[in-house]
């Protein structure tokens, strides 16, 4: 099934150049802890970027799905590029993770998924999502989320100060319609997702069956920035959070 990214191909990796971006692994470290010889999976793997920095930070083995057949192509490129440790470790396959399926290698003791929950444009198609994370976890096992800071409205854009632009285009019962612009090079990037209510989250986590919920906000990158002001903006208004929850036991 032909999605947008079959569109935007490999410029999607660009992304992680913005400023924006290189908040997201300081604040999934602070979450991660000792992934040593766990088994996991990566919804929504794109190019396969958290693929390769879950395989580097110890994990047994990381299958990599994503509904773009073009996504999955070119992360299977990229991961020829990678030491031989991290490529045996590796597998990308194309699915839809909005359901309940069977993914090879699972059920899995981490679920990890990096802006995937921001792709349901209602609640229905949210809890779909959940049960698929519930359905390919382990009894005990994690699951960790890159998603929307569902803590403020998204009535009004956010603006291109740390590379990418948000703006609403439409209300939706559960939430927004949101039309992102990423200012990469050498041309920008375009595509829409959905802003969510915290209790379409909440409500739709808590119907799969998962349990401990937790936002865990964001952490800054520990570098010179800090020090001078340059995040003040994006502390008023985070683009982001990290949500963890787990199957029990």
Same mark, same amino acid.
């Given at each position: 099934?032909?999605?947008? *990214?079959? =569109?935007?191909?490999?410029?999607? !990796? ?10 997201? @692994? ?10 040593? +010889? ?5 919804? $929504? ?17 990381? =299958? ?13 490129? $990229?991961? $020829? ?17 909005? +359901? ?18 921001? *792709? $349901? ?17 382990? &009894? ?11 803590? +403020?409205?998204?009535?009004? &854009? ?5 590379? %990418?632009?948000?703006?609403? %285009? ?8 949101? #039309? ?17 209510? @915290? ?25 010179? #920035? #800090? ?5 003040? %903006?994006?502390? @008023? ?7 963890? !929850?787990?199957?029990?036991?």
């Amino acid at each position: 099934m032909p999605t947008q *990214y079959d =569109t935007i191909g490999t410029r999607y !990796a660009s992304m992680k150049e913005l400023p924006a971006a290189s908040v997201e @692994k300081p604040s999934i470290s602070a979450v991660l802890g000792n992934i040593d +010889q766990l088994h996991c999976l990566d919804l $929504a793997c794109g190019l396969g970027y958290w693929t390769h920095h879950l395989l580097s930070a110890g994990a047994a083995s990381v =299958t990599g799905v994503d509904i773009s057949e073009t996504m999955i192509s070119a992360a299977t490129k $990229a991961s $020829a590029t990678w030491p031989a440790s991290l490529q045996n470790r590796s597998h990308f396959i194309t699915a839809d993770c909005s +359901q309940p399926t069977d993914l090879p290698g699972g059920p899995f003791d981490l679920v990890f998924a990096g802006w995937f929950l921001n *792709y $349901a444009g209602t609640y229905e198609e949210q809890l779909g999502m959940w049960r698929n994370i519930h359905h390919n976890l382990k &009894p005990g096992g994690r699951f960790i989320g890159i998603t929307v800071n569902v803590h +403020q409205p998204h009535d009004t &854009p956010i603006d291109d100060r740390y590379g %990418i632009l948000t703006e609403p %285009i439409a209300k939706v019962r559960d939430g927004h319609k949101i #039309r992102l612009t990423a200012y990469t090079h050498p041309e920008r990037v375009v595509f829409e997702n959905y802003h969510l209510s @915290k209790e379409v989250h909440e409500h739709g986590a808590a119907t799969a069956g998962l349990e401990d919920l937790k936002w865990n906000g964001h952490v800054l990158p520990d570098d010179e #920035r #800090r020090e001078t002001g340059y995040w003040d %903006i994006f502390e @008023k208004r985070p683009m982001l959070e990290v949500v963890t !929850a787990r199957r029990p036991t």
